[in-house]
């Protein structure tokens, strides 16, 4: 008899219309690190869901040591030992690593708080596990990495030994990764039971245990990880054969698009510039990236090419054009397309529906509107035939209200609308954050279309993997300045990882 | 594609969701009758109810002269309505609503009766006058981010002091009577032209205020739904963000909306002022009509149709509280009715949530998952 320390047994649970969890077994053994796999909407953040007590399921009991509990709201998961780490992290920036440690449950006599001792059981914890943190530090000024360790001190904190990580290593450097991975090895060798929630195979391969995967709400199979294959995974987790690398000819860079010269933005937070000189330009036909750590001004920079954000210096050329004090119109109109970093700010109107979302560059241009009129049969066309020849789907088709699509049909959405308007600059920032990898490998297909087609593209990118597979020649930005210039056939994602946490640096040279 | 079911279709929600809250209101209503003076309870509902439909009785002719008034006076906060909800579409909270009705009475009787200008320039007058308070306001929250209620309340009162100097002057003031002179007698040509006054028993107050209003909210329907300018405005209010990603002009947008917005409260009190029927008195606070407006767009559902419905079921309600039997009630237990269900109205949105409960109420299986929900999934994917 195997020692499961949480089973979810046959859980169904069931939206109006939707199935999200169909019958899914989930047994996590004690010790052990079990990796729960599936593409978007799969249903893992349902079953994780249920198992905090946030839903009821309809079908299905969980079990934990063997006895059956009932999980009503997150207060039981926590009081049954229950911990998770969440993709965007719940720390108070303003407060030390110390206070957010024992936030919910402060130590106290009298009502007055008693930390000495809080702080000494974190101490503890953090020598034992090697979780190294400086507990008087303020979370706004230590690293992603560093918050990611309060996270899990808060709870071991809590003597939870059922943790569940969602997506832990989307915000890390690969250096941070490596020191993850030897970090929940180590929890799992003191007995700590984890759940590890990703898409990334390569983790699961180099930590995991085991694999459940989940595919359309159905529960696919659980694998032992020494026994599989990274493809064997993939094509469980989507249901057909996937690519992992980009084909793509070697780039035939003609013209130049895109020149930057001396830019810089001043940062909304504090005296020195978020973005400093930045320089370097991009061709037709050529996918030129901008790599960093989350945080280095990429956000600011590309704010500051589009127009979103104001410039401080420096001169943007479009098409030989001076376009640094244009307006975001007149950029939209005269050759710059933009797949924006947060789909939900900037990309959609969520609560407009799909074929409204297809007009929003362009409902004011004669092909969609007379007289101040929108021409709806104009719009409902358009969209539709966007929506076809970029596979975006969707429930009510051209009338559905954004909002309701899943993630990676929204992003295909701004794909589509994006690449299809008449531009000769592509600026794509993060387009494949958060989809599963069929959506991943569909984008990147048609991103170096684009590219053939001899479009610039100017990428803008956390994921290493996405980096490096897909760019022609990569930037590297720290602290708002480019650091680096390295060409993605002959450097490693070491070497990346070097530049990003600007322990490497070129004297870089003018732009060409 | 699914069919929604037709409990599930917004504005079947937003449709019941108003009806309930008129009901639970009365229901409210008369629990406070019974409590002022159980006996009669019933008999004060039945008056309230019935308004001036008691005059069926006496002659269609009185009847309909009654049905005029009920009118007249429904338009002004039918207007107010579609100020706010013009606003609220494009992400305006405008309460200064108040205060553009405010100066719209300033130019509707200073022409009128200090000037004496033909009601069609009075009429005019009114509305600049309304769309300059709402420039006003729009400047400070397009050029400084100055929260456009801030800035709105503050306008109120600055609209209202302005209008007690003005119209408390000799010239529109009939000062032994502490309210405005009557316009037909200083100046009939300052009255609007009357509307179908012979089918409403001889209405002299029924105008072309009424037809003005009802075209005002299909005009307001279309430019929402139909246009570019709508298009805009709505995305604006949503997703300000969004509507800067794809370059629209927020700050002319949020002027141009508060212009607009402002055009229509001046010319709620010019429609209502320029037919006569009533009078401005000196007073001590701000016309409380762009309040109610608040109140009657919300229980419209924010649709420019339902706006109607709704300010013509809380002024006959207000009526109603005339017809009260005054030995035994205060007639203002109307009012007290009123906030009740104004009151209520912020619960619209509330009820629509209980109407759309997936597990619970058992209408269709259906319906999406409700947005809570998706919302929580999206974060954790």
Redesign the interface.
Known sequence: MEDYVIEMLHITKE????I?NDDITLQLKRGEIHALLGE??AG???L??VLFG??TPEKGIIKKDGKEVKINNPNDATDLGIGMV???FMLVDIFTVLDNIILGSEPSKFGFLTKAEARKKVMDLSNKYNLKVDPDALIEDITVGMQQRVEILKMLYRDNDILIF?EPTAVLTPQEIDELMKIMKDLAAEGKSILFITHKLNEIMEVADRCSILRKGKYIGTVDVANTTKEELSSMMVGRNVKFAVDKEVAQPKDEVLKVENVCVKSKLHSNDSVHNVSFNVRAGEIVCIAGIDGNGQTEFVGAL?G?DDISSGKITLCGEDITKK???????HGMS?I?EDRH????????SLE?NMI??R??EPDF?KG???K?NEMRKYSDRLTEAFDVRS???AKTIV??MS?GNQQKAIVAREMDRQHELLIAVQPTR?LDVGAIEYIHKEIVKERDNGKAILLVSLELDEVMNLSDRILVMYEGEIVGEVDPKTTTLQELGLYMSGAKRDDRKEAK | MEKTSFFKRPAVQTLLASVLCAILGIILGYIILCFMNAEHAGEGMAAILTNFFKYRIASTNTLMKYMGSFLVKSVPVILCAEAILFAYKAGLFNIGVAGQYTVGIIAALYTSLALGWHWSLCLLATIVAGAVWGFIAGCFKAFFNVNEVIAGIMLNWIGLYICNIILGGEKCMNQSKSETFEISDLNPAGLLPGFLQDVFGGNQYMTIAIPITIIIAIVILVVLNKTTFGYELKATGHNKEAAKYSGMNAKRNIILTLVISGAIAGMAAGLYYLTGVEHFKISSSVPGMGFNGIAVAFLGGLHPIGAIIAGLFVEYITLGGQYLNTNYYNPQVADLMISIIIYLCGFVLFFRTILNRPGKVKVNANAEPNKTAKKAEEKEV
């Open positions: 939206f109006p219309g939707i999200a978007n909407g893992k953040s349902t994780m869901s946030l839903y969440h993709q965007h969602d589009t979103l307006s975001i119109r007149y950029k939209n109109t933009h924006p700010k900037h990309g959609l109107v969520l609560d407009y409204e929003l560059q409902y004011f509107q101040g009129l929108i709806k429930g009510q088709g909002r309701s993630g958060g």
